[in-house]
């Protein structure tokens, strides 16, 4: 059974810095392309980082370039998201996702399995 758990979400003012993580379990991690997505009320769910399961093989979407950054751990079957200089705009729930493959993908229905979320509130 395949489990992805996120932790790391909270209520933080703007310009803070938060550290999401994402423990994996139940798949063979180093074959999995693994992102992290974010819904906002109202709004799709978007795509803010990707991590291919080849080293160094990244992507960060333009709205959050810069100050957010992904890396995963093999070692560990986990994916973490850093965001810093955080903003209001960036408020939702967070999700880990997992992606059969090497290829960076951005396409939510590209993804095989998603963790239940973490909140991220940021205070003005």
């Known amino acids: 059974q395949v489990q992805l758990v996120e932790s790391g979400g909270g209520l933080v003012q703007a310009g803070g810095s938060l550290r999401l993580s994402c423990a994996a379990s139940?798949?063979?991690?180093?074959?999995?392309?693994m992102g992290w997505f974010r819904q906002a009320p109202g709004k799709e769910r978007e795509c803010v980082a990707v991590a291919g399961w080849r080293g160094g093989n990244t992507f960060i979407a333009d709205s959050v370039k810069g100050r957010f950054s992904i890396s995963r751990d093999s070692a560990k079957s986990t994916v973490s998201l850093q965001v810093n200089n955080l903003k209001p705009e960036d408020t939702g729930v967070y999700y880990c996702?997992?992606?059969?493959?090497?290829?960076?993908?951005?396409?939510?229905?590209?993804?095989?399995?998603w963790g239940q979320g973490t909140q991220v509130t940021v205070s003005s």
């Open positions: 139940g798949l063979t991690f180093s074959t999995y392309t």
């Open positions: 996702a997992a992606a059969v493959g090497s290829y960076i993908v951005t396409n939510p229905s590209r993804y095989n399995y």
